[in-house]
Each structure stands twice: as structure tokens, then as C-alpha cells.
């Protein structure tokens, strides 16, 4: 019965060693433990600069802010100047706000992912690991019964072999005895 057991089990205990090295193995390898992605760098002023939106409405500003200023006749005024600036830089800052943003925001998504990606597999293998060393407890533990059984086996069959060995015994000094006290009876004549 424990070597029909162990047959059972075998397939589990096989999985999870399985498991177990191709755990060690994954876990061991830098370039999985390692986010691919690096760390996060902020995107540079020349990035934002660059990019077409920020181009666009700076473009479009400046042109209102120069149209107002031709309309007015203060075109080449301080405060046309200041204007121009105030624009200019806090487009600036926005746009590269709004930039800084969405680069951590994708950077974060795509870690995120990744992170998850590598859970699972870990996850994965260490279920399997699990059931490998359950099945393997479980023939441990089977095994122990089936020793401990005939164990009990062999010491009930010593047992009442000795029972049938003192009995013996027992009724052969039985007989004697009773045959020894039957020949103080006679007479000897």
C-alpha cells in the first residue's frame, strides 16, 4: 500500500522539485530581480522644450500677447517684455510639470506591471514548491505509519509466539508436576 502511495505522490514531489530549481534559478538571475526599466530620470528642460504642444501654444501666445501689445501701441514696452517673459516661463513650468508627470506616471505604470509580471511567476512556482513538499511530508508521513505497522505487526506475532512458547512450557511442567504427585501415590510394594 506505501509503495502504491508513493507512486501516487511521486508526480508532486517531482513537480515541486522542479519548482524549487526553477525558483532558485529565477530568483538568482539579476536581470529578473532587477527592474529592466532602471530608475526614473525627469525628463531634461530641452525635452520639454521640444515638445510639439509646448511649441504650439508658446507660438500662439507670444502672437496674442505681440497683437495686443501692436494693438495698443505698447509693442515695444517694458510691460510687453514682461508679459512676453511671464508667459514664456510659466508655460514653462506647466508644460514641464505636465511633462515630469507623465513621464513618472508611465514610468511607475510600466514598474508596476513588471512588479506584477514577477510576483506571478514567483507565486507560481513557489505553489508549486508547496504541493511538492506536502506530497513529499505526506509519503514521509506514510511511510512512518506503514514502519510503525509493521513494527506492531512483528511485535504481536513475537508476542504470541511467546505466549505459545510459555504455554507450553506451563502445561509441560503442568504435567509433570501432576504426574510426579500421581507417583508419590502408588505404593511400592
Avoid: C, H
Avoid at 10 to 25: C, D, M
Avoid at 166 to 182: C, E
Amino acid at each position: 500500500e506505501w509503495n502504491q502511495q508513493q507512486g501516487n505522490e511521486a508526480p508532486f514531489v517531482s513537480q515541486g522539485q522542479t519548482a524549487v530549481n526553477n525558483l532558485a534559478n529565477l530568483v538568482n538571475n539579476p536581470s529578473f530581480s532587477q527592474y529592466p526599466g532602471g530608475t526614473f530620470s525627469a525628463p531634461t528642460a530641452a525635452q520639454a522644450e521640444a515638445m510639439p504642444g509646448y511649441q504650439f501654444q508658446l507660438a500662439q501666445g507670444t502672437k496674442a500677447i505681440g497683437a495686443n501689445a501692436a494693438a495698443t501701441g505698447s509693442l515695444l514696452s517694458g510691460n510687453t517684455g514682461k508679459a512676453l517673459t511671464d508667459y514664456g516661463q510659466g508655460l514653462a513650468q506647466t508644460d514641464y510639470g505636465n511633462l515630469y508627470n507623465q513621464a513618472l506616471q508611465q514610468y511607475q505604470q510600466n514598474y508596476n506591471v513588471w512588479n506584477t509580471d514577477t510576483t506571478n511567476q514567483v507565486n507560481r512556482l513557489q505553489t508549486l514548491a508547496n504541493t511538492g513538499a506536502n506530497a513529499a511530508a505526506n509519503v514521509g508521513s506514510q511511510g512512518q505509519a506503514a514502519a510503525q505497522n509493521l513494527g506492531n505487526i512483528a511485535v504481536g506475532q513475537g508476542t504470541a509466539l511467546a505466549s505459545g512458547t510459555v504455554g507450553s512450557a506451563n502445561a509441560i511442567t503442568s504435567g509433570l508436576s501432576t504426574a510426579a504427585s500421581g507417583a508419590s501415590q502408588i505404593p511400592l510394594y
